[in-house]
């Protein structure tokens, strides 16, 4: 599947697709308008399709900016769409790193300029989707976020 799946490209269920970028901040539009796509074969609504979107962004940014550090490497992308189900893989073989190990949410208790510096962006992600996991395979980073139709339960 190419950068753009979601023109001309109809996902039936269950489906897959998969699109393959470089690892860079160009290629996050060409990722949202897959996961956009993905999210509309599994018949998510606008705020499910959103969480998922916007969890996909953080992660492959991080990719992009900590993983690769600005050096050559692409990103494989594969969706699954079910019966109101989005799931979305990222793969990459940049540096070992599992964005759950050593997360801690963030200190909202405190002031902004007494908090640490980074990790709100994953707290967020991964926080708003239904179910994530990461596995390092064959030399290769695979996060999977799952995002389910339907208002989300509170937590």
Request: proline letters at 7%; a positive charge.
């Amino acid at each position: 599947m190419g950068a753009s799946p979601h023109r001309g490209t109809r996902l039936t269920e269950p489906a897959t697709a998969e699109l393959h970028v470089p690892a860079t901040l160009g290629s996050l539009t060409a990722i949202a308008q897959f996961v956009r796509a993905v999210a509309v074969a599994a018949g998510l609504d606008r705020g499910a399709a959103y969480r998922l979107r916007l969890a996909v962004d953080e992660l492959a940014t991080n990719i992009v900016t900590h993983g690769y550090r600005g050096d050559e490497g692409r990103i494989t992308v594969l969706g699954r769409a079910g019966a109101g189900r989005a799931s979305i893989s990222l793969e990459d073989d940049a540096p070992a790193f599992d964005p759950v190990a050593g997360r801690l949410p963030p200190a909202t208790e405190l002031p902004p300029e007494r908090r640490r510096i980074g990790g709100l962006g994953i707290h967020l992600a991964l926080t708003s989707v239904d179910d994530f996991g990461y596995v390092r395979r064959e030399g290769r980073n695979i996060s999977t976020l799952t995002v389910l139709a339907g208002p989300r339960p509170r937590r």
